[in-house]
């Protein structure tokens, strides 16, 4: 069974701090897509990345960054000099390799709030 | 914005009736699916729809039923709602295929009272 932990639970930090959100995950799956989607308050829920399991690479997209380690099953997500606008509830999420029909299955998200 | 597109926004109805949420997938994309977002959860995964056939499905009762229609588009039917029905309902379209990530609509909040 596949299996995606967000240990934090609410996160607060300071404007310009930079964060770190955690994502472990389980999956019996060789072949498998790791995601982080980004929840605000209006509810949509908003992709960030997908990051397939043979790609141990980290990326970075301007104050984004991943952290992928196959090792410790971890995708941990940084964002840096964080702003108020990124106050949100933000998901890890974890699909088989066809992503197009193969479920998601989410963490239960890390509510993060910037405070300006 | 995704494309893709949710009617009603919200919703509330009484313990015992049926219920029809719709989605408008991304244009191009034939693969429907279907979350539920109870308060404070992550989302949890009803089923799928792939050119009009049902192509997996989550842990939900029967009562919880779709449909996908030619043009791509889908509804999800609750019958004989709970009060556990209660949640943010969301659809996410795809194109089938192993590189393929699911893109989320504004959802529907349903209230069972």
């Known amino acids: 069974a596949q299996k995606v932990t967000q240990a934090q639970t609410e996160i607060s930090v300071v404007e310009k701090e930079d964060v770190t959100l955690d994502c472990v995950y389980e999956?019996?799956?060789?072949?498998?897509?790791l995601f982080w989607y980004k929840q605000p308050p209006s509810g949509e829920l908003v992709f960030l990345i997908r990051r397939n399991s043979f790609d141990e690479q980290n990326e970075i997209s301007g104050r984004y960054s991943w952290n992928f380690q196959k090792s410790t099953s971890s995708f941990n997500f940084t964002i840096t000099a964080s702003q108020v606008v990124d106050s949100a509830v933000y998901f890890c999420?974890?699909?088989?390799?066809?992503?197009?029909?193969?479920?998601?299955?989410f963490g239960k998200g890390t509510r993060l709030s910037v405070i300006a | 914005e995704t494309g893709v597109t949710q009617s009603p926004t919200h919703l509330i109805k009484t313990r015992g009736q049926q219920v029809t949420l719709r989605c408008s997938s991304q244009?191009?994309?034939?693969?429907v699916s279907w979350y539920q977002q109870a308060l404070g959860q992550g989302p949890q995964f009803i089923f799928q729809y792939y050119r009009e056939e049902e192509n997996g499905r989550g842990n939900f009762p029967p009562r919880f039923s779709g449909l996908q229609f030619p043009n791509y588009s889908s509804e999800l039917n609750v019958n004989a709602l709970e009060l556990d029905d209660s949640a943010l309902y969301l659809c996410?379209?795809?194109?089938?295929?192993?590189?393929?990530?699911?893109?989320f609509g504004p959802g529907t909040r349903l209230t069972v009272l």
């Open positions: 996410a379209s795809s194109l089938v295929g192993p590189t393929d990530t699911q893109y």
């Open positions: 999420a974890l699909s088989g390799f066809n992503s197009g029909n193969t479920p998601l299955v």
């Open positions: 999956t019996r799956d060789t072949t498998y897509y």
């Open positions: 244009s191009g994309h034939n693969t």
